[in-house]
């Protein structure tokens, strides 16, 4: 769907900013190398194929479950308010 991957960047980069997290609203995805870096997985932009599957989840892991837990959130919040 157009508009789709650019709304979720958007999520993304405000989910991580209320992690506490410094993100570039230019490139929100940029904020998977501050994960990274805190996780001690030495990810850098361009090839990073030496690393392992599950230290690409753990930085994965992070961000994503930040986002579930608010889109939890967010869905439990507009139940409450249609009651």
């Given at each position: 769907m157009?508009?789709?991957e650019q709304g979720m960047q958007a999520f993304?980069?405000?989910v991580m900013k209320?992690?506490?997290?410094?993100v570039d609203?230019?490139?929100?995805?940029?904020?998977?190398y501050e994960v990274a870096k805190e996780l001690g997985v030495p990810?850098?932009?361009g090839d990073n194929g030496g690393l392992t599957t599950e230290s690409?989840?753990?930085v994965g892991g992070k961000i994503g479950g930040a986002m579930v837990r608010e889109m939890i959130r967010l869905a439990q919040e507009q139940l409450a308010n249609k009651k």
């Open positions: 157009p508009g789709v993304k980069a405000d209320r992690e506490g997290y410094a609203p230019n490139q929100p995805d940029d904020v998977k990810l850098h932009p690409v989840g753990q």
